[in-house]
């Protein structure tokens, strides 16, 4: 009796595993693609473009801003692995004092690895631009914004 059932069972196992594999291998293959955003959204070349390195201190940080009109586009991306944890974007309109986020700030994003932030900045160049570590709760750094209108030609 027991012979019967094992030769029963080897042959339920063995035609399975006949029928499993391919449909697995054929699932595998054909599963649509995962999406990827690989850079964030496009923004227009301006005429008159500036760029500078070490604006934000020790941060291996490149800083590319544009005008064009009232509208001055600021891009920021990373030369290097960045160390510090969760890196927002603030834009503060009052002056920084402390390590602390004054009450008027605006969060225009995250600073992700590789992939560069680019942003637009409010109109009138007074503030700063400032770079606030969620998990340490502290500025990291800060650029005035009057910096990036001083190169405005257009």
Do not use: C, N
């Not at 001055?72 to 834009?91: G, H, K, N, Q, S």
């Amino acid at each position: 009796m027991i012979r019967s059932l094992r030769t029963r069972h080897r042959v339920m196992v063995v035609t399975v595993g006949v029928i499993v594999a391919p449909l697995l291998i054929a699932g595998l293959l054909a599963r649509r693609p995962v999406p990827r955003m690989d850079a964030g959204p496009v923004v227009p070349v301006a005429k008159s473009q500036h760029a500078a390195e070490g604006l934000w201190g020790d941060l291996p940080l490149r800083t590319t801003w544009s005008a064009e009109g009232e509208r001055l586009t600021v891009r920021i991306e990373a030369t290097a692995d960045l160390t510090l944890p969760d890196l927002l974007l603030y834009y503060a309109s009052s002056t920084i004092e402390g390590a602390s986020l004054p009450q008027d700030v605006r969060l225009l994003g995250a600073l992700e690895g590789a992939r560069p932030s680019t942003v637009v900045l409010p109109a009138g160049g007074e503030g700063s631009l400032v770079l606030y570590s969620l998990a340490h709760h502290e500025i990291v750094a800060h650029v005035p914004a009057a910096l990036f209108s001083a190169g405005r030609e257009s």
